[in-house]
């Protein structure tokens, strides 16, 4: 694992998954996240460069940001994340963290987003307050098994901020 004295995690994700998350998780986040924001500014011999593009939160940031700005209904980027919202209510509903009203208050809610609801966050994580939280993914899951990815189950509200950035 790398060094985490002043280090930094990055991860993107939608309104919509901070909002409920905010609502029914009591602000706990499961995350995916990276220690680059955009591995393609690093020079090429640095082995951070390897994270590929389909995990850069920085490739997943404009992703989210160009689907909004065209209003594709048709994203697979928001399609995704209508399916990882359901899948993670499934769990907390298996897990009894959520009620099953407040399951279907979600499935309700996911289907009816607007695409304005997919707008990206920027989550930026202190590595000093998630460290001991911080989980590296296995290389049979990383998108370049050369890359560094991380997972972390159990993201709270005052462990990162959100960033929203306007183009």
Known sequence: MPALDSMLFYSANSFLSLMINRRFYNGQHYIWCSPVFNPKTLDERDPMQNIAVSSSPH????????????????SDQIERNRRGIKKGAAAMLA?????????QRIVFIVDNAEIADFKPMLYVIPANKVHSKLSMVPVSELANPMGEEYRIFDLQDGEFDAIEFKF
């Not at 897990?95 to 399951?103: C, G, R």
């Open 95 to 103: 897990e009894k963290k959520i009620t099953d009203d407040d399951y």
């Open 59 to 74: 490739h997943i940031y404009l992703g989210y940001s160009d689907s909004v700005k065209s209003r594709d209904r048709h």
